[in-house]
């Protein structure tokens, strides 16, 4: 292992709003770390919390979802099951003995590229100080 860690985060992005924002900070060039890796959904309802658990569980060491703003989905009120599920998933990471800060929702429209890249880092620098997780092999 390297002298620093680097983290293995897992981001599932809305493919109407959040997915183009991080399209939007990479062709704007904004620096987020290299270590996000960018799952396209096609709405942030898609993400249940079993594959969250199970990203966490294999080897990832964070898990940022991000959708539309709420009032803006393009499924209506996907976003909304999304922010229901978020206080599942917070209550099986707990069952699974992980820290709850290995996990954030984000709300993200296509025009805030800035904000994915804000996000990305803090998200990054938050896992970064947990350490690995006890699910690294």
Same mark, same amino acid.
């Given at each position: 292992m390297s002298d620093e860690y680097e983290p293995l985060i897992i981001s599932f992005c809305c493919n109407w709003c959040s997915y183009a924002g991080a399209d939007l900070a990479g062709v704007s060039r904004l620096q987020y770390p290299p270590n996000i890796r960018i799952i396209r959904v096609m709405c942030s309802s898609m993400v249940h919390p079993n594959l969250v658990i199970e990203a966490l569980t294999k080897g990832a060491d964070g898990v940022l979802i991000c959708g539309c703003h709420p009032g803006d989905c393009h499924y209506e009120d996907g976003n909304l099951k999304t922010e229901k599920?978020?206080?599942?998933?917070?209550?099986?990471? /707990?069952? %699974?003995? *992980? &820290?709850? /800060?290995? %996990?954030? *929702? &984000?709300?993200?429209?296509?025009?805030?590229?800035?904000?994915?890249?804000?996000?990305?880092?803090?998200?990054?620098?938050?896992?970064?100080?947990?350490?690995?997780?006890t699910y690294k092999t």
């Open positions: 599920r978020a206080e599942a998933i917070v209550i099986m990471l /707990e069952d %699974f003995g *992980l &820290e709850e /800060e290995r %996990f954030r *929702l &984000e709300w993200v429209s296509a025009s805030e590229g800035p904000r994915f890249a804000q996000v990305a880092r803090e998200f990054t620098e938050q896992v970064k100080k947990l350490g690995p997780s």
